[in-house]
T-cell receptor, first 116, second 110 residues
Framework: DTGVSQDPRHKITKRGQNVTFRCDPI?????LYWYRQTLGQGPEFLTY????????KSRLLSDRFSAERPKGSFSTLEIQRTEQGDSAMYLC??????????????FGAGTRLSVL | EDKVVQSPLSLVVHEGDTVTLNCSYE??????LLWYKQEKKAPTFLFML????IEKKSGRLSSILDKKELFSILNITATQTGDSAVYLC??????????FGTGTSLTVIP
């Protein structure tokens, strides 16, 4: 499978615990995005990498959220001290170089987080 | 504030009907508008539009963009039950950020 891969698919955690999600983008894509999607809403942009550089992180929901892409390949999204309001689907998407004809994101299946 | 608004929020039609989904936007430094279909999984890409007035077509689906009035429509003709899904509109800016609408939930009844 050469699509965007996310792991785990589901995560159940207790309030106050830390969680980390992983995203493996399509191999030739140098852009990687993280989104949060709650029921009945569209994906909400969180952060964006071009290669290993995090070009936008002001939309991360709070300082409990952080993301890394240390080698410009896979990325991790960490949520510290989880709260019940963090329960959502976390989607990762990747895209090739931002040429106008290829400004298309391809999404992974997402990680569904449930905070008890 | 940049925003994307989709209407209607939900729609129920019978097989064979034609539907039109709407997407209006206010996004600074517009670059492209994208339509996605989301079933109970990840959004899958349908169309990317960058120029006004040029219709994109794929089978029974088509879409067009009006950059002057800042909206796009997605048409689905001869709907089938397999078209039941949430249709998402996203607008990308020149900073490579994307803003999504809340989606239109389409249900096609046999």
């Amino acid at each position: 499978d050469t699509g965007v891969s996310q792991d785990p698919r589901h995560k159940i955690t207790k309030r106050g615990q830390n969680v980390t999600f992983r995203c493996d983008p399509i191999s030739e894509h140098n852009r990687l995005y993280w989104y949060r999607q709650t029921l009945g809403q569209g994906p909400e942009f969180l952060t964006y990498f071009q290669n290993e550089a995090q070009l936008e992180k002001s939309r991360l929901l709070s300082d409990r959220f952080s993301a890394e892409r240390p080698k410009g390949s896979f990325s991790t999204l960490e949520i510290q001290r989880t709260e019940q309001g963090d329960s959502a689907m976390y989607l990762c998407a990747s895209a090739p170089l931002p040429e106008i004809a290829k400004n298309i994101q391809y999404f992974g299946a997402g990680t569904r987080l449930s905070v008890l | 504030e940049d925003k994307v608004v989709q209407s209607p929020l939900s729609l129920v039609v019978h097989e064979g009907d034609t539907v039109t989904l709407n997407c209006s936007y206010e996004v600074t430094n517009f670059r492209s508008l994208l339509w996605y279909k989301q079933e109970k999984k990840a959004p899958t890409f349908l169309f990317m539009l960058t120029s006004s007035g040029i219709e994109k077509k794929s089978g029974r689906l088509s879409s067009i963009l009006d950059k002057k009035e800042l909206f796009s429509i997605l048409n689905i003709t001869a709907t089938q039950t397999g078209d039941s899904a949430v249709y998402l509109c996203a607008v990308g800016n020149t900073g490579n950020q994307f803003y999504f609408g809340t989606g239109t939930s389409l249900t096609v009844i046999p």
